[in-house]
Nanobody, 113 residues
Framework: QVQLVESGGGLVQAGGSLRLSCAVP????????IGWYRQAPGEQREFVAD???????LYTDSVKGRFTISRDNAKNTVDLQMNSLKPEDSAVYYC???????WGQGTQVTVSS
């Protein structure tokens, strides 16, 4: 019954920004690399970014320079700051420990042109 909860999605115009938040149970937060993923309609789910327990980060090429992943150790959240959004960023965004095979509900991001 351990569950991560995504929030912060919404509708924005191209060039705008959104900040997504992933609430992580403390026991998971302190021991796991957490990743953000996304899935657009008719497309495969893809990796976006992740962050280790020590703060090392990794990004897929298409979001480098626009998205920033971070950890808030006081709140047990992993956040994804998304700037300069493009219509092709529209998707349902999910977070999970990178080694897990299960997914939560996600949060919808829609970028209008």
């Amino acid at each position: 019954q351990v569950q991560l909860v995504e929030s912060g999605g919404g509708l924005v115009q191209a060039g705008g920004s959104l900040r997504l938040s992933c609430a992580v149970p403390e026991s998971i937060f302190s021991t796991n690399t957490i990743g953000w993923y996304r899935q657009a309609p008719g497309e495969q789910r893809e990796f976006v970014a992740d962050i280790t327990t020590s703060g090392l980060t990794l990004y897929t090429d298409s979001v480098k320079g626009r998205f920033t992943i971070s950890r808030d150790n006081a709140k047990n959240t992993v956040d994804l700051q998304m700037n300069s959004l493009k219509p092709e960023d529209s998707a349902v965004y999910y977070c999970k420990p990178i080694l897990w095979s299960s997914w939560g509900q996600g949060t919808q991001v829609t970028v209008s042109s």
